[in-house]
């Protein structure tokens, strides 16, 4: 998996949990891919990763690509699991778990059917942004280095 994910449960989820698949595509010239939800969505204009729930009889990468085509129009070339976080919203019963994934895709001729806005940012321009509370903990492990998409792609595949 490359990365430890330990400690990184920011609330006690509970009993139900909704696992969700998130993406974190880097280019080559290390800028990660953004997206801010629409204002008609829950967390109106929050900024998160490209993905979505998985549905039943999923496996969590054929889920990642799926929601890649259906928000982006993109094709997953690869991926791999770089940490999980578990965390309840304020009035959610449900908790939900977050898988996340450094990704690749095809080509980075992305369109936002399903955002806002999207963005490429460095990991050091990821905090200027208001992120989903779910993704801080994997913001900061990106933003200071800890975490590094690409590397851990890379690493995957030798």
């Known amino acids: 998996?490359?990365?430890?994910?330990?400690?990184?449960?920011?609330?006690?989820?509970?009993?139900?949990?909704?696992?969700?698949?998130?993406?974190?595509?880097?280019?080559?010239?290390?800028?990660i891919l953004i997206?801010?939800?629409r204002r008609a969505d829950?967390?109106?204009?929050?900024?998160?990763?490209?993905?979505?729930?998985?549905?039943?009889?999923?496996?969590?990468?054929?889920?990642?690509?799926?929601?890649l085509q259906e928000e982006l129009g993109v094709t997953l070339k690869s991926c791999a699991e770089i940490g999980r976080?578990?965390?309840?919203?304020?009035n959610r019963g449900e908790g939900l778990e977050i898988r996340f994934f450094a990704a690749e895709i095809v080509d980075d001729d992305v369109e936002?059917?399903?955002?806002?806005?999207?963005t490429w940012v460095l990991p050091k321009e990821l905090s200027e942004y208001d992120f989903l509370a779910a993704n801080r903990q994997l913001i900061a492990e990106i933003a200071?280095?800890?975490v590094k998409p690409a590397e851990i792609l890379r690493a995957g595949r030798s």
């Not at 490359?2 to 698949?21: E, P």
């Not at 993905?51 to 999923?58: N, S, T």
């Not at 976080?85 to 304020?90: C, E, K, L």
């Open 1 to 31: 998996m490359g990365v430890s994910t330990s400690g990184w449960c920011d609330r006690d989820a509970g009993s139900t949990m909704t696992i969700v698949v998130a993406a974190v595509i880097e280019r080559a010239d290390k800028r």
């Open 35 to 37: 997206g801010q939800r």
């Open 42 to 67: 829950t967390s109106p204009l929050k900024w998160e990763f490209p993905g979505g729930k998985m549905e039943a009889g999923e496996t969590p990468e054929g889920a990642l690509a799926r929601e």
């Open 85 to 90: 976080v578990r965390h309840t919203y304020p």
């Open 112 to 118: 936002p059917k399903t955002f806002e806005n999207i």
């Open 144 to 146: 200071t280095g800890k």
